[in-house]
């Protein structure tokens, strides 16, 4: 029998409700799980997936082959709101994107489709801005700036307060024409009363 696609199709999430006070989650729960499962075990039964070879390990959990000597745990549906709730959504996965909380899983866990799943998961969450649309970076024309007379505009900067100098000064006003750049500078006990231009 060959494993259709109707038993790889990801499960929608509306079906895919857990306790919540179920907190952990054991090997053997996993293994009930995928002895329950149609599609563990049709894939089980068919032994490949896309030239991965799947198998049961010495601690009866089905496996598949996934990498050189790697070998990830099947996970039953039912199991992958609670998986993407620790990966996740729980206070110490920290919301991260997609990428990253699909490597995050991959090291443990494999299903059909786990990257397209992860990512649909990840841009419903409500909690967390990785879905948002980023900020479009608001750019003005540059145009020429016309001047009057030298010394008719000037370019102040502030800088302070500092440590107190000797002199009661905290703040150095810097200034500059921008026509002819010629730099002006004075020290100052307040950042809005300088003397010396």
């Keep these: 029998m060959a494993v259709s696609d109707a038993y790889l199709s990801p499960t929608p999430y509306a079906e895919l409700t857990t306790s919540p006070t179920e907190v952990e989650l054991t090997d053997a729960d996993i293994e009930r799980e995928q002895g329950q499962s149609v599609m563990v075990q049709a894939l089980l039964k068919k032994g490949k997936y896309q030239g991965q070879r799947i198998f049961v390990k010495d601690d009866g959990l089905v496996n598949i082959q996934v990498g050189d000597g790697e070998a990830g745990v099947i996970l039953p549906a ?40 992860v990512r649909d998961w990840v841009s419903a969450c409500q909690d967390c801005d990785s879905h948002k649309a980023r900020p479009q970076a608001v750019i003005p024309p540059l145009r020429s700036v016309r001047t009057g007379e030298v010394g008719d505009r000037w370019a102040l900067d502030v800088a302070g307060p500092l440590p107190v ?12 024409p921008p026509d002819t750049r010629w730099l002006r500078q004075c020290q100052s006990t307040q950042p809005n009363r300088s003397r010396g231009f």
Aim: net charge positive; glycine share 6%.
């Design 165 to 176: 100098t000797v002199n009661g000064n905290r703040y150095v006003v810097a200034s500059t």
């Design 78 to 117: 039912v199991y992958w709101p609670l998986v993407f709730k620790e990966a996740h959504d729980s206070i110490w996965a920290g919301h991260l994107r997609g990428p990253q909380t699909y490597e995050r899983l991959r090291r443990l866990y494999w299903w059909p489709y786990t990257q397209k799943t």
